[in-house]
């Protein structure tokens, strides 16, 4: 079965970098296209930054554009989220998912797996 699992949260300080990852097993990974979600207390999921299959299209939100480079290595099946010029706002439980249909490309409604989460933490 379809497993994803984040690692690599933490606390840190504003301006400050990490470096999150999702080790992805169970299914092809380079088969599907891939996200990273971020949830904080209170508010409503927000989609952070996608990915095609083969490392192509990239999108990301606004909020993080110019500081987190979303990228791939399908040969590890690993996602991972480099998050640099961290602010407080940053602060949420982040999480990958996997589209639910294999394909080059998604959008926020075709993401269908999801990870446990990792907390970041900017203070």
């Known amino acids: 079965h379809v497993q994803l699992v984040e690692s690599g949260g933490g606390s840190v300080r504003a301006g400050g970098s990490l470096r999150l990852s999702c080790a992805a097993s169970g299914y092809t990974y380079n088969r599907n296209c891939m996200a990273w979600f971020r949830q904080a207390p209170g508010k409503e999921r927000e989609g952070v930054a996608r990915i095609a299959t083969g490392s192509g299209n990239t999108y990301y939100a606004d909020s993080v554009k110019g500081r987190f480079t979303v990228s791939r290595d399908d040969a590890k099946s690993t996602l991972y989220l480099q998050m640099n010029s961290l602010k407080p706002e940053d602060t949420a439980t982040y999480y990958c998912?996997?589209?639910?249909?294999?394909?080059?490309?998604?959008?926020?409604?075709?993401?269908?797996?999801w990870g446990q989460g990792t907390q970041v933490t900017v203070s």
């Open positions: 998912a996997r589209a639910q249909n294999p394909g080059s490309w998604c959008e926020w409604d075709d993401l269908g797996y």
